[in-house]
């Protein structure tokens, strides 16, 4: 019996078969180390080369045979880009060869005065990696090789809208991109799909992330055409880890969607974002990240979200978030209202006393927002209880007991009096 994917253009059972014969055919030894499958319909699997294994891969999926037709499939993609040896430098024989990374790379020499040589890259891409006009062409030798009497290495690219070749530089590829767009398929047509789809999930994390942009949550109804998907969400939820997911596509202009994991043992969260131009693949491609090569004993060692719009944006948190998400996010939230019913069930304005008491029996309910990750930290936070006569402690740093997390933002914003709930958001507090 085969099995048929949405976003594959094989069976998966025709996708591993091929992958494995054409690994052992060309020497590899390649075993299974190590498979996950915290919660239903959640599968990860780490596989390395017997002889070198320091040459592995993850791969996920909704099923076994999904994870490790993933798995293969990124061990071809980083074989077929010479990613697993990017950081290293090949050593002289190498760089003195007919050819150093593809055999139709292309050698520029470079110029007496240093500017770059005509025919590498186009117009647009000279804009705009050199917006300052300090870029050399010293600056563009390749670093696995470190030829510069060879010049500059540079690999054909086909520009899409006209079909012009393009030579990009090595050195450019492996020092801003790393693996970005890498991939591997059954067809031409699904490595391109699957190549897109990460590079615009990146840029638009990276946007979301630096720019503070808050997203709409998915409706549920949306979610529920999906059940097995919903059935992981609702397990990690049984577990004690609240999982809400978004609409990333900012007003529908891209095909991303983002996964928020919350911890509330520690405060903590981990965002997740998945892309592909079927709804259903970028889904099931966000919620398997946030478990790939985890268990749920591993979800303990994120970052709180934090109000630093500096450290938020700063490159090197967004580097991390590049490399493997589990850097700082941002838990800005611009307009909350808050409904506190009393121990009785009655509707009552808040007061300071009680916003600095112990929270026991109380309920908290978001009204208006704008950022996800606060009213979820908040809602959470309402539904814990504390034993009675519990104080809050002050923190300098984000990381606070969860009950704690409350106290920290209801004292940031003004709470609405009963006759505005229904017409007027709180506004938050200029400290």
């Not at 499958?37 to 080369?49: E, G, M």
């Not at 005509?118 to 300090?134: C, N, R, S």
């Not at 790393?178 to 789809?197: D, F, I, K, P, Y």
């Not at 992330?209 to 529920?224: D, G, K, T």
Request: with cysteine; hydrophobic share 40%.
């Amino acid at each position: 019996m085969k099995t048929f994917i949405p976003g594959k253009d094989a069976a998966l059972e025709e996708s591993i078969e091929r992958f494995n014969s054409k690994l052992v055919s060309h020497g590899f030894d390649i075993e299974a180390v190590s498979w996950l499958n915290p919660v239903p319909n959640v599968w990860s699997v780490h596989i390395r080369d017997k002889d070198a294994p320091m040459n592995f891969t993850n791969g996920k999926g909704a099923s076994k045979k999904a994870a490790l037709a993933s798995a293969l499939g990124e061990y071809f993609e980083r074989l077929s880009c010479n990613y697993f040896y990017a950081d290293y430098y090949l050593g002289e024989q190498v760089a003195t060869s007919q050819f150093v990374h593809y055999p139709n790379e292309k050698w520029f020499e470079l110029t007496d005065d240093d500017s770059l040589p005509e025919g590498l890259l186009d117009q647009d891409m000279k804009a705009f990696y050199d917006t300052d006009h300090l870029l050399t062409a010293s600056d563009l030798i390749d670093l696995q090789s470190g030829n510069e009497a060879r010049g500059i290495c540079a690999l054909p690219f086909v520009r899409q809208q006209d079909q012009e070749t393009v030579y990009v530089p090595m050195n450019l590829i492996g020092n801003l991109y790393v693996s970005n767009g890498m991939s591997a398929g059954n067809t031409q047509t699904e490595a391109r799909s699957q190549a897109l789809s990460e590079v615009f999930e990146r840029a638009i994390k990276n946007r979301i992330i630096a720019e503070r942009i808050s997203l709409p949550q998915i409706p549920a109804e949306v979610m529920a055409r999906y059940p097995s998907i919903q059935a992981s969400i609702d397990a990690l939820i049984a577990e004690g880890f609240p999982v809400v997911a978004y609409d990333a596509s900012l007003g529908g202009e891209y095909p991303v969607i983002c996964v928020v994991l919350f911890n509330p043992n520690n405060g903590t969260c981990f965002t997740s974002f998945g892309a592909h131009p079927k709804f259903q693949v970028a889904l099931e491609r966000t919620v398997t990240e946030l478990l790939q090569g985890r268990s749920l004993r591993d979800l303990d060692v994120f970052e709180a979200p934090s109000f630093h719009d500096e450290d938020v944006a700063d490159h090197h948190n967004l580097e991390t978030h590049f490399i493997d998400s589990s850097a700082l996010s941002h838990g800005t939230c611009s307009a909350v209202m808050l409904i506190l019913p009393s121990a009785t069930g009655t509707l009552r304005e808040p007061r300071k006393k009680s916003v600095r008491g112990c929270w026991q029996n109380s309920m908290l309910k978001i009204l208006t927002l704008t950022s996800p990750i606060i009213s979820t930290l908040m809602s959470i936070a309402a539904a814990s209880s504390c034993r009675a006569g519990q104080k809050f402690t002050r923190r300098k740093k984000f990381r606070l007991p969860t009950i704690t997390v409350v106290r920290h933002f209801a004292m940031r914003w003004k709470i609405c009096s009963p006759a505005k709930w229904t017409t007027t958001a709180a506004r938050p507090c200029l400290m």
